[in-house]
């Protein structure tokens, strides 16, 4: 199973900064997630630091596998400093560690209760309650739930279930009961929603019942969908020895899934060892960028170093819908859930000619920068070949 | 005549950051002028850079089965011009 999972953050109205925090990490070496998402006590930059050190925190003991989940939010449940002012906690928390098997453990202290779905009914998963040894009005909720295909978890701060508190139409707010009415709803209408919509479709609507939609608290939601994965294969660059070309293109042929090629060489190359012809689009450039050809079989051919730069680049700025060939890999890209990248490691001795008037990148470099931005900020799996 | 002269511009990298991205004008001149004598496409590689790296003359374009080095639009407007002579 593939754990498609994504948050989606408002500030409170007013506000420069978030004080919620979500952080998450993805182990592809060992099928694992783990994610984290804490409400930092008050709003701005003081609730931003206090949500921020504690999920990171939890994160980074959790996942360097020294501490189990529940241990670890325990010592961070009993450590948590008390407020001055409110007497109460500085910051609460949700903490999620799966596996793509779908055995989960969840941990929970002061934010509301998940909501988990499954064929449109919310579960109501067992739990030990443990208390704090050093505070008594603090105690975390632990979960041991077993997740099947086409589960959804929803995690969500106060700011969610407490929108529109005090308003006209929802005086105690939307509460559980009515967020769950909000899910149920959204799943009849799109089953396959992806967990960014889903998350998106919630902080819109806990903000539109907000009098005059000014969130007065920090709004958070966090989707993990468990489904098929989205396979993606990109081959770019020849191999090292020429001799192993078709065994490459073999493999390529073969893949399962929907495949990109970039490189001019490259589409050549699969072109003669599988006899695929290749078609231009009848353009010569698009936004600075070669124009993309199409060959039978293959989802996108684009050229080499220049598209996978400006991918690059778009990927970590965030533009999404550019129309180019960097763009349309963009969402090649954003489109698959596990991808595969097969990177050849022959070079282009022109490419790195001085007198060319652009600075030519060493593809593997792209490539290691581009997984990393796919893993760390799109939550993807990626694993690089080189051949 | 009846054969087609088919003129081919390279769109790999090399030739790309070299030049070949100002040819776009042939796609629109050349069927302007020639009519449908002539055939313009780009095509992903010609692979000629990387057989002629140390002395690289990118970008190129093919003519047929002439290469044209450094290309300009006006080189390959000549060299059409030629084969239809």
Known sequence: MFIDIDCSQMKKYNQNAYGDYFVSKRYPDEARLVAVLSDGLGSGIKANILSCMTATMLLQFISNDQIPIRQAAEIVMNSLPVCKVRHISYSTFSAIDCYDDGNAKIVEEGNPEFIWIRDGEVMTPPYETIQSKTFKNRRMKVYKIKLKLGDRLIFCSDGVTQSGLGGGRLKLGLRREGLIVLLKDKLAENPEVSSSEFANYIVNQARNIETDRKPKDDISACVLYFREPREALIFTGPPFHQQKDKEYAQMFQNFKGKKAICGGTTANLISRELSIPIRMDSTISVGKLPAISYMDGVDLVTEGILTLTKTLEYLENGTLDIDNAAGKLVKFLLDSDCIHFMVGAKLNQAHYDPALPIEIEIRKNIIKKMANVLQDKYFKKVDVQYM | ?85
């Open chain 2, 1 to 85: 005549m009846d054969k087609k002269i088919s003129v081919k511009v390279c769109l790999g990298t090399t030739c790309f950051v070299m030049g070949s991205a100002n040819l776009q004008e042939l796609i629109d001149t050349v069927p302007a002028k020639y009519g449908d004598k002539v055939d313009v496409s780009g095509v992903p590689c010609l692979g000629l850079c990387s057989i002629d790296w140390e002395f690289s003359k990118a970008p190129y374009v093919k003519v047929d089965d002439e290469v044209i080095k450094e290309a300009t639009v006006e080189k390959v407007l000549k060299a059409i011009d030629e084969k239809l002579k």
